[in-house]
């Protein structure tokens, strides 16, 4: 009887410990990827932008909606032109506030090829039509040893180091000296996943090279680690990484199969075995360049099992990802955005997902 009992509180404290919990309410019908967030106190709304045409824009005056999508960042698209892009799709907005203005940087890249650029645009306000775009930070070529998409910008005590990178070739940290312009050559640190080297060459199609932002996939399944927010924006002093991953080593043979696997999802609309789908990864460091280690110890680099799994599927929610990570100054509360899969609806959208999360414990958690 005792020992059952203690079982059975074991056993709560343990789901109690690692239960997900859902996204907040109002953002589950917002169908959209790649999403990050921010808040302008003067009009006290808060902005979440997203991958698509000219990034996407929405707005609301509580992270519990109703958001509303108001229009888009570059409506007349990018200065970057010698890319080819179709729609003017562009990527993985990453918006912080630097010097006073608002920062964003987006990613433009030919779908399946390393021919790509991380462009940042400037607004006082956020609103459509305020933006002023500078054109592109980083750029990458077939045969670099880096893909150039997913930026996120860090100030660290006054620096400001722009983060980037994908499966191809992993996870780097560019030094800036100004928002567009880098203080040392691309790729910089390299911070995490992929080996730092030439990825095989791509065919036009391969899967290896769509970054994460494709809208084209249909699940959240892109085998990328995308770098969001190496800070937890409560704690500057203690760095985190959050990597967005398909599999537990961006190396592992696994990764081949797994993107044979997507072009399956793509056309069949199976999904990937259990486990192997997009999850949120992180890792914590002393400095923001690294190197970014998990609780036990074991760098994210080494790919494998590394990194704690903060996110991953759960109740209704598949394969999330996509991550930002934002300071809320309404409710002074760390805040992290998503898109992830219904879990009933395979093949479907991509939803925003907003939770609290907790740094308290030297380790984030996801929290109601
Ligand atoms: C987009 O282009 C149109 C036509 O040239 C112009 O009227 C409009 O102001 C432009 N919008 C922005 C945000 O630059
Ligand atoms: C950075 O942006 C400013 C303002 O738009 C522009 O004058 C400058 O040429 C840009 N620098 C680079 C290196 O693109």
Redesign the pocket.
Known sequence: MKLSSLLLSVASLTTLAFAIPNPIPGSSNIQLRDPAIAYNAASKKYFVFSTGKGIRTYTATSLTGPWTAVGSVLPNCTVITDIPISGCSLWAPDVRLVNGRYTLYYSVSQLSTQNSAIGVATSPTMEPGSW?D???VVRSKKGDSYNAIDGNVVLDNGKLKLGFGSYWGGIFQVDLK?I??TSQSPPGTHLAGGTAAPRRAASPTSPWARPTGSSSSPTATPPSPAYVSPFPPSSPSSPFLFLSSSSLSPLSPVLTYLCLCVSCVLQEKTRVAAGREYKVRVGRAKSSSGPFLDGSGHAITAGTTSGWNILGSHDNVYAPGGQSLFRDPVSRRDVIVYHYVRMDEVGGASYLGINYVDFSSGEPVLVN
């Open positions: 002023t500078h054109g592109a100004a567009n312009k």
